[in-house]
């Protein structure tokens, strides 16, 4: 089963996705919900992390806060994310 790569990190709000054979996981890192990761798998059960799918922006812009919700739609080649973010402001 997958576990985060860190020890201080949990997993929140999944979104799981198969995807052209493969099934794609989007995943909150908490407790910071500064990132969100992406992982693929061939059966469900041996997951390998790829590069993170997003992350909080550059002070000032509207999600250098935090990220919230995610929800993961495919097109195509290509995969569209809407989520939802706090700003510090």
Do not use: Q
């Not at 089963?1 to 020890?7: F, G, K, N, V, W």
């Not at 099934?23 to 390998?48: E, K, Q, T, Y």
């Amino acid at each position: 089963m997958y576990r985060p790569h860190s020890l201080y990190s949990d997993i929140g709000d999944v979104e799981i996705l198969e995807h052209k054979g493969k099934l794609h996981m989007f995943h909150l890192v908490i407790p910071n919900r500064d990132l969100i990761a992406h992982c693929v798998s061939d059966d469900g059960l041996v997951w390998r992390e790829l590069p993170a799918a997003l992350s909080t922006g550059d002070p000032g812009t509207p999600d250098d806060d935090m990220i919230r919700t995610v929800s993961v739609t495919p097109c195509g080649d290509r995969f569209y994310m809407l989520y939802a973010s706090c700003a510090r402001r």
